[in-house]
């Protein structure tokens, strides 16, 4: 398997409060994680960094190396990042009410554990076709859901940077974890929404489908991205060439 990933501060922002890596555990499996920080002075880029480096730093300690034994760790580790980001928010004044979102993907030969909590997403690339595997943990999607308005009306919503749950926040923070199988040829990409909020799913689908390499097809989403005006961070994360092993 390969990966790649990229990360660009937009046209409009004066930080890059977004947080990016992967890492690798005893047992030599991986774990790709995105943050997209939020509130305080600097305190966004203190949360995404915070959750993105301790995770992986736990993870890297692990033998674990199959899927139920990563739902279980994530499950314990997300929980008690979130707690260490309340702690940290409450010691230092300009933290205050610091949080950030997070999409995680451990991943394995035949399967991948996706766990999230706000608006940076998943996708699937399978057969020329896009699938987000995510929901937005957002205002403009609960209104989506509700059926009060569409989903082209919440990409322009005057709300629609507007996140419901996060890390570091409350502390209760429910985070979605689901796991789902992979092929041969798949794709994942991991992003924030200062790719989804400027690039549609469409031009998404066509980056993906090239023949390019997976660092050039991120780099091609940022270009896209900054384009389109970059209002935000703006991160994105691409692993290729899983393929199944045949039992012997």
Not at 168 to 184: H, K, M, Q
């Amino acid at each position: 398997m390969k990966v790649a990933y990229r990360t660009s501060i937009g046209k409009q922002r004066n930080d890059n409060e977004d947080y990016v890596d992967v890492f690798t555990n005893q047992a030599g499996q991986h774990l790709a994680i995105i943050a997209d920080g939020i509130g305080g002075h600097q305190g966004g880029d203190v949360a995404s960094a915070m959750a993105v480096s301790h995770l992986g730093h736990e993870f890297e300690e692990t033998d674990l190396k199959t899927p139920s034994a990563a739902r279980q760790w994530i499950t314990t580790q997300i929980t008690a990042e979130n707690q260490s980001i309340i702690d940290k928010s409450n010691q230092f004044a300009d933290l205050n009410g610091m949080g950030t979102t997070l999409v995680a993907a451990l991943y394995f030969t035949e399967e991948v554990v996706i766990a999230n909590i706000g608006d940076s997403r998943a996708y699937l690339y399978r057969d020329q076709q896009l699938r987000q595997l995510t929901e937005d943990h957002s205002l403009v999607n609960e209104l989506v859901k509700r059926g009060e308005i569409s989903r082209q009306a919440a990409r322009h919503h005057p709300q629609k940077n507007v996140i419901i749950r996060s890390l570091g926040i409350s502390n209760d923070a429910r985070f979605d974890l689901n796991t789902y199988p992979l092929v041969t040829n798949d794709q994942l990409l991991l992003c924030t929404d200062g790719l989804t909020n400027m690039v549609d799913d469409h031009q998404i689908q066509e980056v993906l489908a090239s023949d390019q390499t997976a660092q050039a097809k991120c780099d091609l989403l940022i270009n896209l991205a900054n384009a389109a005006g970059g209002l935000d961070n703006i991160t994105v994360l691409i692993i290729t060439n899983f393929s199944r092993e045949v039992a012997e």
